[in-house]
């Protein structure tokens, strides 16, 4: 249990997706734990009075500015408020329910009310119910929730999901990426760096061939790697017995690959190939985490 859901359990509030939740003055809050220790995200569903005045927002920016250290950035965002927050003490001192309570006061004093308009459609008219959207809770009407969450699951569903046309796609990228790595070894050099074409042609390859981007292409994106480095390899090793008027047979790779003169190139060829395949995943695995699509999350 960490220490955000502790506090929960023992002020008694809700707690889900490393968030609490909870009304206070008759605002909705939201308040998730960020990764570095004592910060804080804070959401507030918030709307200006009819009556506000510019001076009373410009004020209540005004507070939060005189506070640059606890509030590090702020914004609105629709009829959210988004405070970055760092806790002044430590969270059994409760400092939550201080900045709480002073912010919706001050949101209160400065012409702010509580939001009442539904989040989806942005009319006040009827009931509204709580809704989790992205985790951040919010007002919206049963049907706008409804048809929200059909409409995702619609998008979801109408995904095509064509893994092995991918997997082909990546495997035939991972073999067209070896080819600027084949020519320079024709001509005796060894770039290594090349081997990180692979990589990107093959994911390249395995998104125009319709692969879908889930948790596992990023492991499959490697192997496919691996695959053309050992596939470059071997290309290397039947270039060697062409040129030298040998037929292309695994009996003859099996003793070129133990022929003392030569043997030392392929395997050194390899290793450095490996070895770039390794040092290019965290860039390779950030171009696939890019591509990953995150659908609207609301429940
Ligand atoms: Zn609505």
């Known amino acids: ?9 023992l002020k008694g509030y809700e707690f889900k997706n490393n968030s609490i939740y909870l009304m206070q003055n008759g605002f909705d ?8 220790p004592q910060m804080y995200n804070l959401f507030i569903q918030v709307e200006r009075h009819p009556g506000e005045t510019e001076s009373q927002f410009e004020g209540f920016l005004d507070l939060l500015k005189q506070k640059p250290q606890e509030f590090q950035r702020f914004m609105f965002n629709g009829r959210t408020l988004h ?4 806790a002044t003490s430590k969270l059994k001192e409760d400092p939550i329910s201080k900045v709480i309570n002073w912010l919706t006061t001050s949101l209160r004093e400065h012409g702010f009310e509580p939001n009442s308009h539904c989040a989806l459609c942005s009319d ?3 009931i509204v119910t709580d809704a989790l959207i992205e985790g951040i809770r919010m007002k919206t009407h049963p049907a706008c929730k409804q048809g929200m969450i059909q409409q995702v699951k619609a998008e979801q569903d109408g995904k095509p999901k064509n893994f092995f046309t991918g997997l082909i796609g990546a495997l035939i990228g991972a073999a067209i990426g070896t ?16 081997s990180v074409i692979i990589g990107i042609s ?4 395995y998104r125009w061939f319709g692969g879908p981007i889930t948790k596992r292409t990023k492991v499959l994106i490697l192997f496919t790697t691996l695959f053309g480095v050992v596939f470059a390899n071997y290309a290397i090793a039947a270039m060697i017995l062409s040129s030298n008027g040998y ?12 022929e003392p003169s030569i043997s030392p190139v392929l395997w050194e060829n390899l290793g450095i190939g490996l070895l770039f395949v390794a040092f290019s995943l965290p860039y390779l695995y950030r171009k696939v985490q890019e591509q990953e699509t995150t659908s609207l999350v609301i429940e």
């Not at 405070?83 to 760092?86: F, K, L, N, P």
């Not at 080819?179 to 090349?194: A, K, M, N, R």
């Open 83 to 86: 405070i970055v927050w760092r």
């Open 29 to 36: 809050i939201t308040v998730r734990a960020l990764m570095v």
């Open 124 to 126: 006040s008219e009827g």
């Open 1 to 9: 249990m960490n220490e955000l859901q502790k506090y929960a359990k």
């Open 247 to 258: 037929t292309i047979e695994l009996y003859n790779v099996i003793l070129l690959y133990q």
């Open 202 to 205: 093959s994911f390249a390859f």
């Open 179 to 194: 080819i600027p790595w084949l020519v320079v070894s024709w001509f005796g050099w060894y770039v290594g760096v090349l």
